[in-house]
């Protein structure tokens, strides 16, 4: 069960808490719990129903004739907007939801929909990065589990993967794309879309993924001397040890251009270094490839 402060819950649902608080006293549309020290939280029925509740009222149903309506009802309305509409929160937050109640069934069956409906690269970049940054919301708040976050990651990293080998391989002569994580490096689904975006762009590519050492990386680069090399610092290196290490990646493979992203990177300063490129996302990444 997840334990929502009232702020978490503005920040999942997109409900300012002075309007849940009014919703609250006004129409008993939630019922909050109170810890031992008389703190005030949420449940995940709270949570959800708050969802639904939004995705509702912003679509234009009055919250007096939402309250009125069970858990059920709630879920079925918000499924029909979803079939007519074309909003893409809607798609975000049932993400959500089927996420706290573990439902695979209902995720896989949004995550195909959408894939049909806008295709394998809008659902990443419109839905599936703003409905990991709700994750990371309910990761840094400890109200969802590893085996939730597990249950998520694993779901789509099996999307991306089957992407991936639906895209033809290039031939010898194309231009050549290494994409590895550094040691101790797990986030991986970055990774595996990037990895899509070079193969999608013509590139033949050499996916080392998770946790790399450095003299395998060296091996690799000796034996197939690509381009590109692409990754993701996520965790690490850190920010005093980052300017050591991109100088030595800049030195080490001074024959490639070197593209790199991630949460580590921005928390550190360096100075530029001639075949280093840093990129902020998916799209920057592809202009960086195109040129």
């Known amino acids: 069960m997840g334990r929502y402060s009232i702020k978490e819950l503005e920040k999942l649902s997109g409900i300012k808490a002075h309007t849940i608080r009014i919703w609250e006293k006004r129409h008993q549309l939630v019922s909050p719990q109170r810890t031992q020290t008389n703190i005030r939280y949420y449940s995940d029925d709270d949570l959800k129903k708050i969802i639904n509740v939004s995705v509702l009222n912003n679509h234009g149903v009055k919250i007096s004739k939402i309250v009125g309506l069970s858990l059920d009802d709630l879920n079925r309305r918000v499924?029909?907007?979803?079939?007519?509409?074309?909003?893409?929160?809607?798609?975000?937050?049932?993400?959500?939801?089927?996420?706290?109640?573990?439902?695979?069934?209902?995720?896989?069956?949004?995550?195909?929909?959408?894939?049909?409906?806008?295709?394998?690269?809008?659902?990443?970049?419109?839905?599936?990065?703003?409905?990991?940054?709700?994750?990371?919301?309910?990761?840094?708040?400890?109200?969802?589990?590893?085996?939730?976050?597990?249950?998520?990651?694993?779901?789509?990293?099996?999307?991306?993967?089957?992407?991936?080998?639906?895209?033809?391989?290039?031939?010898?002569?194309?231009?050549?794309?290494?994409?590895?994580?550094?040691?101790?490096?797990?986030?991986?689904?970055?990774?595996?879309f990037y990895y899509y975006i070079a193969k999608k762009l013509g590139y033949r590519t050499y996916y080392l993924g998770q946790t790399v050492p450095y003299k395998d990386l060296k091996s690799v680069f000796e034996v197939h001397q690509p381009n590109v090399i692409i990754s993701a610092l996520t965790s690490g290196p850190t920010p005093h040890s980052m300017p050591g290490y991109l100088a030595r990646l800049s030195s080490d493979f001074v024959s490639a251009t070197i593209l790199v992203s991630g949460m580590a990177l921005k928390k550190a300063n360096f100075d530029p270094l001639p075949n280093i490129r840093t990129f902020d996302n998916a799209q920057s990444l592809r202009e960086l490839l195109k040129s």
């Open 79 to 192: 499924s029909e907007l979803s079939e007519t509409q074309e909003s893409i929160e809607i798609y975000i937050d049932q993400l959500v939801l089927a996420m706290i109640d573990l439902e695979e069934e209902q995720f896989e069956k949004i995550l195909s929909h959408l894939t049909v409906k806008f295709g394998f690269e809008k659902t990443v970049v419109e839905i599936l990065y703003p409905f990991l940054e709700k994750i990371g919301v309910l990761w840094v708040t400890n109200n969802i589990t590893p085996a939730q976050e597990h249950f998520i990651t694993n779901l789509i990293r099996q999307k991306m993967i089957v992407a991936i080998d639906g895209l033809p391989l290039a031939p010898k002569t194309a231009r050549k794309a290494l994409l590895y994580l550094p040691e101790n490096e797990l986030h991986e689904l970055g990774l595996l």
